[in-house]
């Protein structure tokens, strides 16, 4: 970015900015037109903690992957991990559904809690972690079984047996992809169209009525078209659900998320590791960013 | 390089016609090696066809041989009724013993193994799949026949075992397709290993693990030394279900014994018998092609 603006040098660019963002709060003063929320109502009072992570440090083997992450994400909010490729967003947020402990050589120091409850802690069973957590992956991964079946397997396992069919279509209703198939219920879910597909994965998840749902990259392999349906779902999920999304766009971040992490990573000491550089709310990581890393990645001028 | 004009006619100059002839050599001599292999199979087919059409009937196909080999030279009447039973006796109990132990194994290796462990199973799945069927025979008759007398289900034995790394091979690789984003999707919801296992993997690898189930009891069938050692009847004329307590007639062995017997009507014998058996083997491999493709296309869609 800075070689396509020769004539402002990053001294002028930082010089400039807060006027800028003083006039027009809601816009970040950059090359990056990035469209960001209004600013959330300050709730610090009211917000409940669903995690708590305090100096989490992820291992994978000897290598140190993510160092020293400290933030809370709160009930009924959606919280965007953004950052480049291999910052270790998805490892934390794969982390707090237990979905790395199949990862040879994972391990994770510091305190991971949720709800109060170490989620780390000996005893606690990751299937029953994760039957309160669900997550939604980079690509869709609709079961090769029927739209009906996809959705009805779970909770059918889990002893969610009655009312099934209500069960079913509400969670297709509440993933907003019931018009879509409700004449087609017994046909194969692999026949969906890639948006339809990740829709029928969130109506998965919610069907058996997690408390978290953890989405990483859920957008990534599909269009436009798609992924703005999936982003008006995730603003309808949120006040049932606590969201955490993982995503590489930042203007889907900007777009959907009330608060945001930015991570990157530290190449120092010939290591790389992933850090949480800033944590705040969207708005003001995006217009007001207190580290000059995140201002240069959410402008643009990253690496 | 001087030696090459570029502005001369782009004809072959150099080396380049020597290269094209050893080139044209090497590919001709491949070209003709894959047609020998088809041309094999195909003389074989027709050959056994052209011998044992003629002796193909109802009555071979239902009903027993007539009289003890060792009485009649030519035996006028009579059919493999009873072997083909034997045979599917036989398959059918080594078929059963063999499918559960190969695809637990095959589970074993795909979903619980540590890598330290699948290597080590993988390569005794190999070397006992390369053991010759004639020891395994060989053992299960010292084991077993010695000081208990011949029965059908110790064949069966010996069929399974040569099964097992057959279905547990297929098996693995089947479940091995399963995208791992599928059992992701599962324990992501809350769903426990066991369950995804069962309820998601082995169904989604379904295919696989009966097309590796149908080629092992094609192979199986036409396993003769187990036959010839644990389940030679010396009187093919009987017919008997006691798959537990005696030898039963068999198609390898009523092959065996209908060409060592000599007579134009015996070899013809043979060779219906030798038809059936080949039919058998070809239609189940067929089958179990058609399954496989159809279930890698269910999975990779």
Redesign the interface.
């Given at each position: 970015m800075s070689e396509a603006t020769p004539t402002r040098s990053p001294e002028s660019e930082m010089d400039d900015r807060p006027a800028e963002v003083e006039a027009t709060s809601s816009n970040v003063a950059a090359p990056l037109a990035i469209e960001v929320q209004e600013e959330a109502p300050d709730d610090a009072a009211t917000r409940q903690v669903v995690f708590d992570l305090h100096d989490v440090n992820v291992y994978y083997g000897q290598a140190l992957a993510v160092a020293g992450v400290t933030l809370e994400i709160y009930k009924n909010h959606i919280t965007a991990m953004i950052g480049p490729s291999g910052c270790g967003k998805s490892t934390i947020v794969r982390s707090l559904?237990r979905?790395n402990d199949?990862v040879s050589g994972f391990r994770l120091t510091g305190q991971c809690t949720y709800h109060g409850n170490d989620l780390y802690a000996s005893g606690v069973d990751p299937?029953?972690?994760?039957?309160?957590i669900?997550?939604v992956?980079q690509?869709p991964?609709?079961?090769?079984k029927s739209i009906y079946d996809n959705i009805a397997?779970?909770p059918r396992?889990?002893g969610m047996k009655d009312n099934l069919d209500e069960r079913v279509e509400k969670a297709l209703r509440g993933a907003a992809i019931w018009d879509e198939v409700k004449d087609r219920l017994k046909s194969s879910a692999?026949g969906l169209s890639g948006g339809q597909q990740q829709r029928l994965?969130i109506a998965?998840?919610i069907a058996?009525e997690?408390d978290v749902l953890l989405l990483d990259e859920p957008c990534s392999a599909l269009d436009p078209i798609s992924t703005a349906s999936v982003e008006d779902l995730m603003q309808e999920l949120k006040s049932d659900y606590t969201i955490v999304i993982v995503t590489h766009n930042m203007q889907q971040a900007a777009r959907v998320a009330e608060r945001t992490a930015f991570f990157s990573l530290d190449v120092s000491e010939g290591r790389r590791t992933g850090i949480l550089v800033e944590y705040d709310e969207t708005a003001k990581l995006f217009t007001r960013p207190a580290d000059k890393r995140t201002e240069d990645y959410v402008t643009g001028r990253f690496g | 390089m001087a030696s090459v004009d570029y502005s001369g006619p782009l004809t072959p100059t150099g080396n380049l016609r020597r290269r094209r002839v050893v080139d044209r050599l090497a590919r001709g001599s491949a070209t003709a090696a894959a047609f020998l292999a088809v041309a094999i199979l195909l003389i074989f087919i027709y050959s056994i066809v052209q011998h044992g059409a003629s002796v193909i009937s109802f009555s071979f196909l239902t009903k027993n041989p007539l009289e003890t080999f060792s009485v009649s030279g030519n035996a006028p009447v009579g059919g493999i009724g009873n072997a083909i039973i034997g045979s599917l006796l036989i398959v059918a109990i080594g078929t059963l013993i063999a499918l559960p132990i190969g695809v637990l194994i095959a589970l074993f290796l795909t979903e619980f193994a540590s890598p330290r462990w699948a290597g080590p199973v993988r390569l005794a799945l190999d070397l006992l799949y390369g053991l010759p069927s004639i020891v395994i025979a060989l053992f299960l008759y010292g084991l077993l026949v010695v000081g208990h007398g011949q029965a059908g289900v110790y064949a069966s034995l010996a069929l399974a075992i040569i099964m097992v790394p057959l279905i547990a091979r297929t098996t693995g690789e089947s479940l091995g397709l399963v995208?791992k984003?599928?059992r992701?999707?599962?324990?992501?919801?809350?769903?426990?290993r066991w369950?995804t296992t069962v309820?998601?993997t082995i169904p989604?690898a379904f295919g696989g693990i009966v097309t590796g189930t149908v080629l092992a009891v094609a192979r199986a069938a036409g396993e003769t030394a187990p036959v010839l050692l644990l389940s030679n009847l010396a009187n093919p004329i009987q017919t008997s279900g006691a798959v537990f307590s005696q030898p039963l007639n068999n198609i390898p062995w009523d092959i065996y014994n209908f060409s060592t017997e000599g007579g134009a009507t015996n070899f013809a014998k043979a060779w219906g018998a030798a038809l059936v058996l080949v039919t058998f083997v070809l239609v189940a491999n067929f089958i179990a092609r058609a399954l496989y493709a159809r279930s890698r296309r269910?999975?990779t869609?």
């Open positions: 559904n979905m199949s299937v029953e972690v994760r039957r309160r669900g997550m992956f690509r991964n609709p079961f090769p397997w779970a396992i889990l692999l994965c998965r998840s058996i997690p | 995208p984003e599928l992701d999707a599962s324990l992501a919801l809350g769903i426990s369950r309820g998601l989604s269910m999975i869609r």
